[in-house]
């Protein structure tokens, strides 16, 4: 059965997705990834460090606390970068602020490559810290211009390069950091730098390509310049319903400009879709996913897995979240949304259960490390083909131009506090808990599954407008009359003067 070509996205919308993807999820996914492989060198460099400047050598303690600074700073200049990542797409414009953002790539990248040479260890928690903003920013605008693009029926696959691009980074970080390339000792200073070439690239190939017409339109006002992109982006037979589709959603905006993240918590308009995203963003971040990486190496070792293999069988949960990714990006758009995330929460409280029993009993049969094996590459499948690419999409799909920049900060900012805290308590829980910390996560994928099955409808194949009414019922009561609708936006306009 051929695929129509209204069901494909045109050259343009596709390398669109590539130019925007390249230096904005895939950094995040690069720069989480690549600082695993030089762990000991930069131990080393401390040490090093430290002798020469002090004459005496680096106590443990404080050791483990400059390292614990250099990883987690990445976090902390993400929740900035999420923060500002609205503003900027406001001021600058979806397409402006992506570039603008590279220059802080850039920067990052000169500091961390001349922390070594120079023996400023500083300079190294500085360029983490700046490339922690440039993912903040990346992750959340990237979706933005992606899903302001994509027409309705393929809203769902185009958003998923978000996805895509992000595991993308992650693998590609497991395959540059092997100790054959870039993981070794001598090489480990270009390594932390490479995250220059992704922010070249964009800078070289998204100047071709329109700035988000949606942006332009409703935002700036500017109907010439809208139609010229979507004719670039759609071609000239097709443009016409996606305008109308805009127009649609200018004309019930009524000149209603961008609101601040702290005006949606007092919008009654959106509550729920509000509420959606942060249990999801939540639940996408304290899901397992990270107990899962952190057992693994452990597990790969009872299978019989010598240490020196490890990092290359490890570069098969990378493809596996990045094959999944994949496979949601078709699915989405014919499955829907819910089916999947539902479907990917399920299963990942399955494989909690099974992960539970096989590590308890690890020692006393020989197979049972291969089940757990199995889980785990079986619960990062399960968790890109929902939650992990999904989250992202339905910010977008839930929100209407006005105010989905300040919901991505919101969303943004969520899902950094939530990776931070997991990070600070993870070690604690499973000091505590032992493999029995999947009970906990068991309990939260179910809770989260159950809470969407309630909440969230289906959103393929309807327009931004569409999906607004949709939780009209959820926000206002199922009873309200349409004129209590209007007054209420009579006053949140008035509200606005």
Not at 211 to 218: A, T
Not at 311 to 317: A, H, K, M
Not at 378 to 404: C, D, K, V, Y
Request: charged share 15%; with cysteine.
């Amino acid at each position: 059965m051929e695929l129509s070509q209204q069901n494909l996205p045109s050259w343009t919308l596709f390398l669109a997705v590539c130019a925007v993807g390249i230096g904005g999820t895939f950094q995040y996914g690069y720069n989480v990834s690549i600082i695993n492989a030089p762990t000991q060198h930069i131990h080393k460099f401390l040490n090093e460090t430290w002798t020469s400047r002090y004459h005496k050598e680096l106590n443990p303690d404080l050791l483990t606390f400059l390292w614990s600074v250099i990883a987690s700073i990445f976090s902390l200049g993400g929740l900035c970068g999420a923060l500002i990542g609205g503003s900027m797409a406001i001021r600058l414009g979806r397409k402006g602020a992506l570039l603008m953002n590279n220059i802080i790539a850039i920067l990052a990248c000169i500091l961390m490559g001349i922390s070594f040479p120079t023996g400023l260890f500083e300079l190294l928690i500085i360029g983490r810290f700046l490339i922690g903003i440039n993912s903040g920013i990346g992750i959340c605008v990237q979706p933005l211009y992606i899903g302001e693009i994509a027409p309705k029926h393929l809203r769902g696959g185009m958003a998923m390069g978000t996805s895509i691009f992000l595991t993308g980074g992650i693998l590609t970080g497991q395959i540059i950091g092997l100790r054959e390339l870039l993981g070794g000792e001598t090489y480990w200073p270009l390594l932390l730098s490479s995250s220059c070439f992704p922010a070249f690239a964009q800078l070289l190939f998204l100047p071709w390509f329109p700035e988000s017409p949606r942006y332009l339109l409703i935002d700036r006002g500017d109907e010439l310049s809208c139609a010229k992109a979507l004719k670039r982006f759609h071609g000239s037979s097709e443009y016409q319903r996606e305008m109308e589709d805009i127009q649609r959603e200018r004309f019930a905006l009524d000149g209603e400009k961008p609101k601040k993240p702290w005006q949606l918590f007092t919008d009654r308009g959106v509550r729920w879709q509000l509420i959606t995203v942060i249990v999801m963003t939540m639940g996408q971040q304290l899901s397992g996913i990270n107990a899962i990486y952190f057992y693994a190496t452990y597990i790969f070792e009872q299978a019989g897995i010598s240490a020196e293999k490890i990092p290359y069988v490890t570069l098969g949960t990378g493809a596996c979240e990045c094959l999944t990714a994949l496979t949601c990006g078709l699915l989405i758009d014919y499955v829907g949304r819910r089916y999947l995330v539902i479907g990917g929460y399920l299963l990942m409280t399955l494989w909690s259960i099974v992960l539970t029993f096989s590590l308890t009993y690890q020692e006393l049969y020989s197979w049972v490390p291969y089940v757990s094996m199995t889980s785990i590459f079986a619960f990062i499948l399960s968790f890109g083909l929902g939650p992990g690419g999904i989250t992202n999409t339905l910010t977008a799909e839930l929100f209407i131009q006005s105010s989905r920049p300040a919901a991505y900060v919101i969303g943004g900012t969520t899902s950094w506090i939530s990776f931070f805290t997991i990070g600070m308590l993870f070690p604690f829980i499973v000091n505590e808990l032992k493999q029995y910390c999947f009970l906990v996560f068991l309990l939260e994928c179910s809770l989260v599954a159950a809470f969407i099955f309630l909440v969230i409808p289906e959103t393929k194949n309807k327009s931004f407008l569409e999906i607004k009414k949709e939780f009209h019922k959820l926000n206002f009561g199922r009873n309200t009359e349409k004129k209590d609708t209007e007054l209420y936006e009579r006053r949140q306009l008035r509200d606005e003067f």
